[in-house]
Every structure is written in structure tokens, then in C-alpha cells.
């Protein structure tokens, strides 16, 4: 038998018969890196599928249960946040400010996956005067000065309401 010259062959014996191994180049084969990539790149087109999150659209109403009045709304860029919140995983972020019976700040972080906000609550650090809390792929951070508990309460209940409508009722 004539050997191709990309090709090398090498004799061998496997279970008393006499058989020939055939390598073929690294040219030839698929590198692992190669591989990988492959592999990346799939991974890649099937999370480009997966839908954006979406925030209701009245999320931060102009006023809201216990007496707060909204000062400020925007989205903010992720690297201005001040939360640690991994950035690689955040999509939107949404934050609000309310007066009246005190002072509170609220951020609403759309997360790439609910694991990732699931993550969040079991990780994250309490702090005085702060709340925090998960719904799907939503992530809320809620900040306040000198605020009334019980009002404040009313606040977070119906901002949960909010996204617990918005989610179809799922956790």
C-alpha cells in the first residue's frame, strides 16, 4: 500500500490480528481551538434568539401608593450604576426617584437570565435603609432617606404588584 504524503501509517497488533493506524495531520484534523470556537459561536447565535427583557411600561408611575410623587425617571448606562451588579449581564436598566414622606431611589436592572437575579438576591449584602428583590429576570434595588416604613411598604407592594403583573404572575 502506498501512503499519500499528508498521510503516515503505523503498524500495530490489537487482539493477536495485525491492523494499521492512520494519523491524520493537524492541518487537516479540527483543532481543539477550532472546535471551541464552533462551539462559541453556536452558543452565541441561540442566546442572540432569546428576547430582550422587557419593563412594563408603567413601572414608575408619576405617583405611586403611600404618597410618593416621582422627580426623576430615565435609563441609566449600566457602568454608571452603583451597584454591584455584574455589567456583563445587565441589559437594561431603569431608575427612579420619588419624594414625599421621605426620599427614595429605585433601580430596575433587566438581567440576561433569571439565575443571574436569583444569584443576586442570595448575594447580595443588606444594608440599612435599602431593600432588594427579584422577580424573573428583574433585579430592584430600592434606596430611601428618612422615609416613613409603613408608606414605604406600600411603595414596594405595589412596584411588585407591577412586575408580577408584568410577568404573568411567575416568580
Not at 430582550?52 to 413601572?59: I, K, T
Not at 448606562?77 to 427612579?96: I, K
Not at 428618612?146 to 408580577?164: G, N, S, T, V
Request: charged share 25%; glycine share 10%.
Amino acid at each position: 500500500m502506498t501512503l499519500k504524503p499528508q498521510q503516515r501509517s503505523q503498524g500495530g497488533l490489537v487482539a493477536g490480528k495485525r491492523v494499521r493506524l492512520t494519523f491524520v495531520p493537524q492541518s487537516i484534523a479540527m483543532t481543539r481551538r477550532q472546535c471551541a470556537g464552533w462551539i462559541g459561536l453556536l452558543a452565541a447565535a441561540f442566546s442572540a434568539c432569546r428576547p430582550r427583557v422587557e419593563l412594563p411600561a408603567g413601572l414608575f408611575p408619576e405617583t405611586a401608593a403611600g404618597g410618593w410623587r416621582r422627580i426623576s425617571l430615565g435609563e441609566m448606562p449600566v457602568a454608571e450604576s452603583p451597584d454591584p451588579v455584574p455589567r456583563t449581564e445587565v441589559e437594561r436598566l431603569l431608575a427612579a426617584s420619588y419624594g414625599g414622606p421621605g426620599k427614595l431611589d429605585a433601580r430596575v436592572y433587566g438581567l440576561s437570565s433569571e439565575s443571574v437575579a436569583l444569584e443576586l438576591t442570595q448575594r447580595w449584602r443588606p444594608s440599612s435603609d435599602t431593600v432588594f428583590f427579584a422577580r424573573g429576570r428583574v433585579f430592584v434595588v430600592i434606596k430611601w432617606q428618612a422615609a416613613d416604613r409603613k408608606l414605604l411598604q406600600e411603595f414596594i407592594a405595589e412596584l411588585e404588584e407591577r412586575l408580577a403583573a408584568a410577568s404573568g404572575g411567575r416568580t
